[in-house]
């Protein structure tokens, strides 16, 4: 069955409400890297202990997801070969460190880069404070399907990846460790894909070993922006965009390397150190100056 652009551009995704409770704020942090030396500093301590919990703002990208639907088969979508391509999160207001939150998912758009392709779409979930009705974030991602390309669409206008500075040296940078067990704390906060536990499946697709949740990369990058433009105020985050390059593997450590474009907007990318590879790159961080 081929992709039918129609029946999935309006699908009938259900709102979701979700309870978390200051210990999925935790785990999530300890899934993050948050909390690796005895004792923390102050600027650590905040995202894993309950005295005065702050939640850290990637926390919202993960929260109230629904996208067991994409694995319909009416759908057509091919999901032996998706990928996760970009992720993108505009927040509103600061995450509660516990709470209800109700989330909306629609999908945005579907670009067709022609047979043999692929195809890529883009979703985007609103995520609101169940208690009062705010609008707390808006995380976006687009998922590349290699299997889907040629369904009759275009691919006029699809968003182009937040270009990087061509030359120069980075205006600041931090190295931020993974522990060899990351993925097996970073999986306890939802996503249970097997490729990042099961060595025999890791081997199956190609790894040595296997990787790490590409949503765990994505909040050590926003942990290092904290810190390096942030004052360590996870309030002060405002966006937080990137374009997923390559896998990392746990216990790998990730540099990440910024570029000041203007005050309160920065470029940024992050490399596993260990192979010099760029894992994250077109990345872009909007921050309260």
């Known amino acids: ?89 505009r927040i509103e207001s600061p995450l509660p460190a516990q709470g209800e939150v109700h989330a909306v998912e629609s999908v945005d758009e579907i670009y067709d880069k022609g047979a043999g392709k692929g ?33 009759g669409g275009t691919a006029t206008a699809q968003p182009k990846p937040y270009a990087m500075p061509e030359a120069g040296q980075p205006d600041a940078l931090i190295e931020l460790p993974t522990r060899p067990e990351q993925a097996v704390i970073y999986r ?17 697709v190609g790894f040595e070993r296997p990787i790490l949740h590409g949503m765990c990369s994505y909040a050590i990058a926003g942990r290092a922006v904290l810190k390096l433009r942030c004052g360590h105020d996870p309030a002060r985050l405002r966006a937080l965009n990137v374009r997923f390059a390559n ?11 910024i570029w000041d474009v203007v005050p309160g907007k920065i470029a940024f990318r992050v490399k596993a150190v260990e192979r010099d590879v760029i894992a994250i790159n077109n990345g872009y961080a909007e921050f309260t100056v």
Do not use: C
């Open 119 to 151: 195809a890529v779409m883009y979703m985007s979930r609103k995520l609101y404070d169940a208690a009062d009705g705010r609008l707390l974030a808006t995380a976006g991602f687009s998922i590349f399907m290699r299997g889907n390309g040629g369904f």
């Open 188 to 204: 306890l906060s939802g996503d249970y894909n097997p490729l990042h536990i099961d060595p025999a499946l890791a081997a199956a």
């Open 1 to 89: 069955m081929s992709l039918d652009y129609q029946r999935i551009k309006s699908w009938p995704i259900e709102k979701v409400a979700l309870r978390y409770a200051k210990r999925d704020t935790i785990l999530y942090a300890l899934g993050a890297g948050a909390a690796m030396e005895n004792p923390l500093a102050p600027q650590d301590i905040q995202f894993v202990y309950e005295k005065s919990l702050k939640a850290l703002p990637t926390f919202a990208a993960v929260l109230a997801g629904n996208s067991d639907w994409l694995a319909d088969p009416a759908t057509g979508i091919d999901m032996n070969q998706v990928l996760h391509g970009e992720q993108f999160l």
């Open 247 to 257: 896998p990392v593997f746990p216990g790998e450590t990730l540099r990440t390397e």
